[in-house]
């Protein structure tokens, strides 16, 4: 590896098992001696801690598709800034889950606003920080429903809209094949955990 750590962006729609890969992901690399910082987005820091609330939980006044976006990049300018550039120049690997293709398949794709200015807004507030490699877990969007906890806003979607997000993902993944890696996360949980960490270990020359 570089002195200058990488990123790895975990993505997916509802349910597809981010956080569990990251998790898992994060203790295998940790006890092969590598530097390892998990965090997640919205939330990472604590003014993303704030975003995250007003983004998930105001069933009563949610934001529109613009001030949604907008909030999402400004946790991730503050993410990038706080965190992820940091423990990149101190050679870490940064594990997230969701990074930019989720704004772009969420607001982009999900919510129907324009790909370019969702794209171009998204390249400001990271700051030129990309991901390395990108693990999209994907699976149907009925696996993904039955199997979320909690009751944020997103949720409670239509079905249409989760689809939607699922093609949009896809379309990145089509788009930047060479920085993905699709993982089907309807498998046995062994297979997918095999999967992901052969991608994550590839990326980092660990093979």
């Known amino acids: 590896?570089?002195?200058?750590g990488r990123l790895i962006a975990f993505e997916g729609g509802e349910g597809?098992?981010?956080s569990t890969q990251v998790r898992g992901v994060a203790a295998a690399l940790r006890e092969r001696g590598v530097a390892v910082l998990e965090t997640h987005e919205p939330g990472g820091t604590p003014l993303g801690a704030e975003m995250r609330r007003l983004l998930m939980h105001l069933p009563d006044t949610p934001p529109t598709p613009l001030a949604e976006l907008l909030l999402y990049l400004a946790d991730r300018a503050q993410h990038v800034t706080q965190l992820i550039a940091p423990a990149l120049a101190g050679g870490q690997v940064v594990l997230t889950d969701r990074f930019s293709a989720s704004t772009i398949a969420y607001q982009g794709y999900g919510?129907?606003?324009d790909l370019g200015m969702v794209t171009r807004l998204d390249a400001i507030a990271r700051q030129g920080v990309s991901p390395a490699l990108t693990v999209l877990l994907d699976c149907p969007v009925d696996v993904g429903l039955r199997r979320v906890r909690g009751d944020d806003r997103f949720h409670r979607e239509e079905r249409t809209f989760h689809e939607r997000v699922r093609a949009g993902f896809l379309a990145l993944a089509r788009e930047d094949?060479?920085?993905y890696c699709v993982v089907d996360a309807a498998a046995p949980p062994d297979r997918v955990q095999q999967e992901v960490f052969a991608a994550v270990t590839g990326c980092l020359n660990l093979d």
Not at 1 to 4: K, L, S, V
């Open 16 to 18: 597809a098992g981010k």
């Open 111 to 113: 919510r129907g606003l």
């Open 1 to 4: 590896m570089a002195d200058r």
């Open 177 to 179: 094949w060479d920085r």
